[in-house]
């Protein structure tokens, strides 16, 4: 369990969901890994939405700013 959390520390969340999960296959009983299992599900889910959405807007900002390169001027 507390590698699962260490990995979430670290922003690794695939891993912690995988250590977490273990976990529970251990100790099917632990409410302390069940809980960490469904925050890190969440968490994961929110930064996997939050990178989708920064790279959409990066791609818009390229299309519509193709071929400007700082040429002098401004």
Same mark, same amino acid.
């Given at each position: 369990?507390?590698? @699962?959390?260490?990995?979430?520390? /670290?922003?690794?969340?695939?891993?912690?969901?995988?250590?977490?999960?273990?976990?529970?296959? /251990?100790?099917?009983?632990? %409410?302390?890994?069940?809980?960490?299992?469904?925050?890190?599900?969440?968490?994961?889910?929110?930064?996997? !939405?939050?990178?989708? !959405? %920064?790279?959409?807007?990066?791609?818009?900002?390229?299309?519509?700013?193709?071929? &400007?390169?700082? &040429? @002098? @001027?401004?």
């Amino acid at each position: 369990c507390n590698l @699962g959390v260490a990995f979430e520390k /670290l922003g690794r969340f695939d891993e912690a969901e995988a250590s977490l999960r273990q976990a529970i296959a /251990l100790r099917p009983d632990s %409410t302390e890994a069940s809980n960490n299992v469904l925050r890190v599900t969440q968490q994961n889910a929110q930064f996997v !939405a939050l990178k989708f !959405a %920064t790279d959409s807007r990066q791609q818009r900002w390229r299309r519509r700013h193709r071929g &400007r390169g700082s &040429r @002098g @001027g401004g």
